[in-house]
């Protein structure tokens, strides 16, 4: 195709062309198809593809086979008829295919670039192409057109994970920690340690945009290690102060499954002298929970005497069945559930059966992202046994951290709704869940 382009350039310098990059299966999908069936009957299905594209191309157009499943168009024509023709294709790639006696239903996507037959342009051709089906599958549209933007996104994301391991050297990153309320005392009890990083050219990047990427690498490790070191240094002074917390930090499932990590925590414990009781981890659902080896980990976490609490309950992987089997001894339930109780009765009733639940199976009860007083008060009344959120502080730097403890605020009560819900609600553990 390369080949092809460069002689197109060399006869209609700097004439406009149009690029179809068609995934008609992914990657996935193909290993998948080729454990099933064999290689044989896989490749028949891709022959038997590559003519049906063919079919549908008109004169002076080309395919070329790009990888496997992936077929490039090259379009010898402007815009006339391009729309219709990229529609009959996505609907002719909506068809199932034949591949022996099996149908294979597809699942296509078309990206598509508009270039100069120049050099530089068509070098980077596919790759911009390429771009462009990655966006139409991440965003679950047909076809997607390639607009420049789409580099800048990648370059951000590259240019985040180059310069992790410097700014880990550089101490770029820093901590902040989020106060937590039991509810029955009305004391701040714990903090929750939230990574920030001030980049140098960048500027501030939430830990929502790196961790994600760092998650896809090794890298995570070393911040997980990181933090941990970090926030035990803080909260051995704030137990120096006569302030005597837990602290929580928040920890990827792709860490916990190494069995390295059980010796982090350990050894992070030791150098500051801190009582493994008062580390608490948090973890994201994530269906990779129960994998075996993270469930060891787990357990072993547990045996240690750490806090374990399952974070963002209520969204993404909710996976009921990982309550029975995983020892956690918290439920943080995620703020997309928290912010609406007050506006609609439906999030209470969903919110008091969570609690409900919870309690049931002797879980401790925190709702995350409590904003106002009003949702402060009806989640004391639907007996959650803690809370955390902008209503009751913000993340704050250590200092702050401090004198928020030392100091904390006057808040409202409703004396009824408390008293009457008491006992339900610090009903420490049941049978089985060693609460701390
Ligand atoms: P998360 O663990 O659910 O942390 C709570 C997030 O909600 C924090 O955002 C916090 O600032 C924010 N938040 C707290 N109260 C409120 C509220 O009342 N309203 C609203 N709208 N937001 C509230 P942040 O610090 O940006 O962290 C985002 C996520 O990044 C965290 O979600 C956590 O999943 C991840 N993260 C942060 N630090 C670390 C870390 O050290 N390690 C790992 N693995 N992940 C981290
Ligand atoms: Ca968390
Ligand atoms: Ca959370």
Redesign the pocket.
């Known amino acids: 195709m390369l080949e092809d382009l460069h002689d197109l350039s060399a006869r209609f310098p700097g004439n406009p062309r149009t690029l179809l990059l068609v995934e008609a299966i992914d990657h996935g999908a193909v290993r998948d198809a080729v454990r099933a069936v064999g290689v044989g009957p896989v490749e028949d299905f891709l022959r038997a593809l590559a003519i049906q594209l063919q079919s549908l191309l008109h004169e002076g157009s080309n395919l070329y086979f790009v990888g496997v499943g992936r077929f490039a168009v090259l379009v010898d024509r402007q815009n006339r008829g391009l729309d219709m023709f990229v529609e009959q294709l996505v609907r002719t790639l909506r068809e199932p295919v034949a591949s022996g006696s099996l149908m294979i239903e597809l699942d296509a996507r078309v990206g598509i670039l508009k270039f100069k037959l120049e050099a530089p342009e068509i070098d980077d051709s596919l790759r911009k192409a390429m771009t462009a089906v990655h966006n139409a599958r991440t965003v679950g549209v047909a076809c997607v057109a390639y607009i420049p933007e789409f580099d800048a996104g990648h370059q951000r994301a590259y240019a985040i994970l180059r310069d992790i391991p410097r700014a880990l050297a550089h101490n770029e990153f820093h901590l902040v920690f989020?106060p937590k309320l039991r509810v029955s005392t009305r004391a701040f009890e714990g903090a929750?340690?939230?990574?920030r990083w001030r980049h140098p050219v960048l500027g501030a990047i939430?830990?929502?945009e790196f961790?994600p990427l760092a998650e896809n690498t090794t890298l995570?490790h070393d911040?997980?290690t990181w933090?941990i070191d970090t926030a035990l240094m803080h909260l051995a002074e704030l137990h120096n102060a006569g302030l005597r917390v837990t602290i929580a930090?928040?920890?990827?499932a792709r860490t916990l499954e190494r069995p390295q990590f059980l010796e982090t925590l350990k050894a992070a414990c030791a150098k500051h002298g801190v009582a493994r009781e008062m580390l608490h981890i948090?973890c994201?659902e994530y269906s990779g929970l129960t994998a075996p080896a993270t469930l060891e980990s787990l357990k072993q976490i547990r045996a240690l005497g750490m806090q374990l609490s399952l974070?963002?309950f209520g969204t993404g992987y909710s996976n009921l069945t990982c309550l029975e089997t995983l020892p956690f001894q918290m439920l943080k339930v995620d703020?997309a559930l928290v912010a609406h109780v007050t506006e609609n009765p439906r999030a209470r009733q969903l919110l008091q059966g969570i609690v409900n639940l919870g309690h049931g199976m002797g879980f401790r009860m925190l709702a995350?992202?409590?904003?106002s007083e009003e949702v402060f008060h009806e989640i004391v009344a639907l007996g959650f046994d803690h809370i955390?959120?902008?209503?009751l502080s913000r993340?704050l730097a250590p200092a702050a951290l401090k004198e928020f403890l030392r100091a904390p605020p006057e808040l409202p009560r409703k004396e009824v709704l408390i008293h009457k819900r008491s006992a339900s609600r610090d009903r420490g553990c049941a049978p089985g869940r060693d609460c701390v």
């Open positions: 989020q929750e340690a939230l990574l939430s830990p929502g961790i995570i911040l997980t933090v930090v928040n920890v990827s948090e994201t974070d963002d703020r995350e992202g409590v904003e955390q959120g902008y209503y993340p």
